[in-house]
């Protein structure tokens, strides 16, 4: 049975899809099954990352509305096997979700797969509501920077509150995700510290992705970040952070760009 | 031949039953002295029978139709309203009358004592044992609130008594609010956005820098507010 996962963060552009993409690739490549699952009806965005924008026929509205079966949505990744998407209605908007049309999509997908990953959009109304009801764990992504810090706060709060699992009384497993760090400015004072954002969170931190030019190339790309350059700084913290929600105790540190030699002689790498 | 089928009619009048609880009267002879017991009554409690009307119960008696009439106006005069009478044989009481009930039951008629005033509930308090995020509102007005981690940015927390929170306190407290001036607001880092006792408030700005992340308590000095640290 899958595990349900919401990647949330209450804050816009944080780096919601670019997380699901890259840890659902990462899991999938250490030999799990995933699906990711867009949530931002109306501004999908999980499905250009993935690179299958060109073969999106159903999405979830469809599936919801009882148009369309899952297995006529569920997208398969060419690169990765056990890799699978099921994107967001581009035309329709967060309304079209219903609470039932969830429950009932969640409860197909659990069967066949080990995790499912939501991408919730940003804000906490409906959307963020509903890609969060039915999750076993969240990771909340964070930039290190005041006004991402409260919303998340406001996303943990509600994460504690507005889920199924909390009706119940239990807890939804909670970790941070720091994206979008920038060590030099972090020592300069311009960046939130990480012990900072921890304080405020009070919520273990899973890991911390370093700002990098990599995130956009590969989403330009359409290919998560963790497969399209794995050497890199953000692709290696990604494979770290899915290491840590495997359970695998891998120590905290913050991974820098690999100057090689080449690098150095040739310079920058024409995109 | 009918060609057309009387269609059935809507019911638009519906009958249903209610019962209400009545006081009754049963005047004595002589109905002088009665009516001057219910006099002494009414100067005891002049508005007793406001909003409660009377039923007579004339069965003990036997009073001529105009005898009926002269009683039912000695007590309308007295402010109290007649429902209705019983007990009498209906040729007695004509159309201006209160009409004539029967198949009254006797039911015990609730005495509605008057609360106590001044009896306060006594104080309880109430434990967090979780942060307070952002967003999230906590409302107490029984007595004190104690949080047992950080009062988030954008949370409020808002008590009759007295806020204790173990940890930073960065959102809003207002305590104090049924109007206890003695509460207080102690924190173990002071951050919070507003601090309010029994409605006179500080916002973050007026804190002073000195004393800013650093153990406080808030009190009330008449009308200042007075914030010191706390070792």
């Not at chain 1, 952070?241 to 495997?246: G, H, I, N, S, Y």
């Not at chain 2, 309880?124 to 995020?133: E, G, K, W």
């Amino acid at each position: 049975m899958a595990k349900v996962l919401v990647v949330t963060s209450g804050k816009g552009g944080v780096g919601k899809t670019t997380t699901t993409a890259a840890i659902g690739a990462a899991l999938a490549q250490a030999g799990q099954k995933v699906v990711v699952v867009d949530f931002d009806v109306g501004l999908r965005n999980l499905d250009l990352v993935m690179g299958a924008e060109r073969r999106v026929v159903f999405d979830l509205i469809n599936v919801v509305q009882g148009i369309a079966k899952l297995p006529q949505a569920l997208i398969r990744d060419k690169r990765l096997e056990n890799l699978w998407l099921l994107p967001a209605s581009q035309t329709r908007d967060k309304d079209a979700l219903t609470e039932d049309g969830v429950a009932r999509i969640i409860g197909e997908l659990r069967p066949g797969f080990d995790w499912i990953l939501c991408d919730s959009p940003a804000g906490i109304e409906r959307g963020a509501t509903l890609a969060m009801r039915y999750a076993d764990e969240a990771i909340i992504v964070t930039n290190p920077e005041v006004s991402s810090v409260r919303d998340s706060d406001r996303i943990i709060g509600m994460l504690d509150s507005k889920t199924v699992k909390a009706e119940k009384g239990e807890r939804v497993d909670k970790h941070v995700l720091i994206t979008r760090y920038d060590p030099a400015r972090a020592a300069r004072g311009d960046m939130l510290g990480i012990e900072d954002v921890l304080e405020i969170l009070a919520t273990p931190l899973l890991g911390i992705i370093p700002e990098s030019q990599e995130v956009l190339r590969a989403s330009n790309i359409g290919c998560p970040v963790t497969v399209n350059n794995p050497a890199s700084a953000p692709s290696r913290a990604y494979v770290d952070a899915t290491r840590r929600l495997l359970g695998e105790d891998v120590a905290m540190s913050v991974p820098s760009e690999r100057k090689g030699l080449m690098n150095l002689l040739l310079g920058r790498r024409a995109a | 031949m009918h060609a057309i089928a009387e269609p059935t009619r809507q019911q638009l009048i519906r009958f249903r039953g209610r019962s209400y609880v009545a006081f009754v009267f049963t005047p004595v002879v002589p109905i002088v002295s009665w009516l001057e017991e219910i006099d002494a009554t009414l100067a005891r409690s002049p508005g007793f029978f406001i909003g409660r009307p009377v039923v007579l119960d004339l069965a003990g008696l036997d009073l001529s139709a105009s005898a009926i009439a002269h009683l039912v106006r000695s007590i309308e005069q007295r402010n109290i309203r007649v429902l209705g009478i019983e007990g009498v044989e209906a040729e007695r009481l004509s159309a201006s009358l209160p009409p004539l009930l029967t198949g009254g039951r006797n039911s015990v008629v609730q005495p509605i004592a008057a609360e106590k005033p001044g009896v306060k509930k006594p104080p309880t308090s109430l434990l967090l044992d979780s942060p307070v995020r952002s967003g999230q509102s906590i409302v107490f007005p029984d007595g004190d609130v104690t949080v047992l981690g950080a009062v988030s940015s954008g949370a409020e927390i808002v008590a009759g008594g007295s806020i204790h929170v173990y940890g930073a306190l960065r959102g809003r407290a207002m305590a104090g609010v049924n109007g206890n001036s003695s509460a207080r607001i102690y924190c173990q880092k002071i951050e919070a956005e507003l601090l309010a006792i029994d409605g006179y408030y500080q916002t973050a700005e007026q804190l002073e820098d000195s004393l800013r992340s650093r153990p406080a308590q808030a009190w009330l000095d008449g009308e200042i507010m007075r914030i010191a640290p706390l070792n």
